[in-house]
């Protein structure tokens, strides 16, 4: 886990085992952030308006936008995976919204590993798959997807595949 300083990263694709699991520390988003966030980049009624909010037939109050709910969780994933050597996030696969984000909402990252293997085409990389959500104060999964990335190998290893 990274301090606040983000001192470098450390962990290589070596270090990474299949089926680790991490859950980062919880926040609350507030109404403010929910409407700041949607004037500037989704500005639905129902993402900056609370009055007319409270008309839509699904929601009833202001919720975060999708958008907003992916930058939360990217924040809160970095303090569990910021320690690991990235090059580039690949595609996202089964992205899912589930349930709203709600002002008062307290939330938490969650990481797994589910699968990694050197890259066939570049031996200093591997490519590595997680199970990224974003769960809320009563473990409601807000949103879900798998990601594949590609992470740096130690540099020994990688000259060793060459």
């Known amino acids: 886990m990274l301090s606040d300083a983000m001192s470098e990263p450390s962990r290589y694709y070596e270090d990474l085992t299949i089926g680790e699991y991490a859950e980062s520390s919880a926040v609350i988003v507030t109404e403010a952030e929910i409407v700041d ?52 996030g690949i595609s996202w696969d089964d992205l899912r919204w589930n349930v709203p984000l709600r002002a008062g909402d307290r939330v938490r990252a969650r990481a797994t590993l589910l699968e990694k293997r050197p890259s066939a085409s570049r031996p200093e990389r591997g490519v590595v798959v997680y199970r990224y959500s974003l769960v809320n104060q009563n473990d409601d999964e807000l949103f879900y997807c798998t990601s594949t990335n590609y992470v740096e190998r130690r540099p020994a290893q990688a000259a060793n595949t060459q």
Not at 50 to 61: D, M, S
Not at 80 to 85: A, F, K, L, P, Y
């Open 37 to 88: 966030f949607a004037k500037r980049y989704d500005p639905q009624y129902f993402h900056t308006d609370p009055t007319a909010a409270k008309a839509h037939p699904q929601f009833g109050e202001v919720v975060a936008s999708g958008i907003h709910i992916l930058a939360v969780w990217r924040q809160r994933d970095h303090e569990i995976t910021g320690d690991i050597r990235w090059i580039c």
